[in-house]
């Protein structure tokens, strides 16, 4: 027969009270002694040396140092059978308490909630702090959160604070509410607006003057097709070249007056909304240089730049297009729009935490660079000297075989430079071969930390619930306590009411006048 004790969610609170007893007969334990345990069907055999080696006041160092009386009041069951004390616990998690017993190292499993493995931190009266380095999520996480806090009590010192606070709440947590969803929404909608704009501005179909479009077209398909063996549908060079000789067209000079409108739209508000984060922030420096700030600077900056050459006097379409430095000047600018396709990151989880990888894995990335640099230096060396006097060759000097080994180690193979002797196509095989090994291996290191970053960030998410939950009951246990004490006394006074045959009125009057 199995003797029960009672209920397991008073075992902690029983141990913690039995290990101030235990500490003082520590020493009285007999060497050699081992304890059977039995945690949900897995039967374990502690030594007693080994835990109390590794911590004075736990739950497993009350079980060693306490009599089989009090044992039964921390377990669940004593199995006669086989002489063990049985839990009702997690098997995975505590194959790794016992481990942490016998190395001193304990370890979060990969799959286990961290909720969970809390939970069992506690029941086991284990520390946060003895969590390995390697899994050491649990202080980290509160840390998140405390330098949140931090943040938002940094507008406690400043003007209009309160007001401050929940403009950053709607602007930086698109979870704090309804409104701060609603902002987000949009804000990701001006984003995929703008860059909608952007790309539909380089077509020609979407330029003012739209009818030299089909001619834009043809000049492309002459450079690109052979026309002498096509269909009579096609139109001949000869037509292509009456019909093109004189025409000049730039892609992204004149947009149509909609996609001039729609630009002018989204840089108002990507304008209004960084300076409005400026405005509310504690700490300006921090937020100047903050790297998600930067991306929105560079995402308005080449707007305004380039309507400074109009106040200037300085037409970017005539005038600017015959001096070259004014012009690379301008096309930087137009490259640097592309940059409010980053803007999604403040939104995207995703794309934090691949920022965040590659931060952490500068390491690996400059290993690949250094492997892939020794291959093409190697390998276009080899290859220049055994193609530059073939007929036709593309490979006239090292620099632009390195071209081609940057294509082919990184198995691209755009197919623009092709080695034609024997000796060139096996230099060309391995280098393909040695590009794939190089690639592999810092990549699956790079692969392996993004995904430990997500798991990381999912349990961040997981314990601010938690926390959120913790904040909200707490405000609810404070707001409404007088409510459901009245409550309370209320149904106490019927109860009695009911029990001593009065009526609830004097009941409860007599709990008022005994309180």
């Not at 009350?62 to 921390?74: F, G, K, V």
């Not at 308005?300 to 970017?316: H, R, S």
């Not at 071969?433 to 699956?444: D, E, H, Q």
């Amino acid at each position: 027969m199995d003797s029960r004790s009672s209920s397991s969610g008073l075992l902690p609170n029983i141990a913690e009270e039995l290990s101030k007893s235990a500490n003082a007969i520590t020493q009285n334990v007999l060497p050699g002694t081992i304890l059977r345990l039995n945690i949900g069907g897995k039967s374990y055999k502690i030594p007693s040396e080994i835990v109390l080696t590794r911590r004075v006041r736990s739950l497993m160092t009350t079980l060693i140092t306490s009599d089989h009386e009090q044992r039964l009041t921390m377990t669940d069951a004593f199995l006669e059978d086989s002489q063990e004390y049985y839990l009702e616990r997690n098997t995975k998690i505590t194959d790794h308490v016992m481990e942490y017993y016998v190395t001193g190292f304990l370890h979060k499993p990969m799959d286990a909630c961290i909720e969970r493995f809390k939970e069992e931190l506690d029941f086991w009266q284990l520390d946060h702090d003895n969590v390995a380095p390697c899994c050491s999520i649990l202080p980290a996480v509160p840390k998140n959160l405390h330098e949140k806090e931090e943040i938002l009590r940094r507008f406690s010192n400043v003007a209009f604070g309160d007001l401050r606070r929940d403009i950053y709440n709607v602007l930086e947590e698109p979870s704090s509410g309804l409104s701060a969803k609603l902002f987000s929404v949009f804000s990701i909608l001006f984003i995929f607006s703008s860059v909608a704009g952007l790309i539909l501005g380089s077509m020609p179909e979407f330029q003012q003057d739209n009818s030299q479009a089909h001619f834009y077209h043809l000049m492309h398909l002459k450079s690109t097709r052979d026309f002498s063996n096509k269909p009579q549908k096609f139109v001949p060079v000869q037509e292509v070249d009456n019909a093109t000789s004189s025409f000049t067209y730039k892609p992204t000079d004149d947009p149509a007056l909609f996609l001039i409108v729609m630009e002018y739209i989204c840089i108002t508000w990507f304008t209004v909304e960084y300076l409005l984060r400026l405005v509310i922030a504690p700490q300006k420096r921090i937020f100047l240089f903050d790297t998600v700030n930067l991306i929105d600077l560079c995402t308005i900056l080449p707007f305004y730049m380039e309507m400074g050459f109009g106040w200037f006097g300085m037409n970017m379409h005539d005038r600017l297009h015959t001096i070259t430095g004014a012009m690379l000047v301008i096309r930087v600018l137009r490259v640097l729009r592309m940059a409010r396709v980053f803007k999604l990151a403040r939104y995207s989880t995703g794309l934090q935490i691949f920022g965040h990888t590659l931060r952490s894995s500068l390491t690996e990335l400059s290993m690949l660079g250094m492997f892939l640099l020794t291959g093409i230096v190697f390998f276009s060396t080899l290859i220049y000297f055994l193609e530059k006097d073939e007929p036709g060759t593309e490979f006239y000097s090292i620099p632009s075989a390195c071209w081609w080994c940057v294509v082919t180690m990184t198995t691209i193979g755009y197919g623009d430079s092709i080695p034609k002797t024997t000796l060139g196509k096996v230099i060309a095989t391995s280098a393909s071969v040695c590009g794939i090994i190089v690639l592999a291996f810092p990549i699956s290191m790079i692969v392996e930390k993004f995904a430990c970053a997500q798991q990381k960030a999912h349990e961040e998410a997981q314990v601010r619930q938690a926390h959120m939950a913790a904040v909200a009951q707490h405000y609810f246990n404070n707001r409404f306590a007088r409510r459901r004490k009245a409550c309370k006394e209320d149904l106490a006074a019927s109860v009695r009411a009911k029990l001593n045959g009065t009526s609830p009125e004097r009941a409860n009057g007599s709990v008022k006048s005994i309180a």
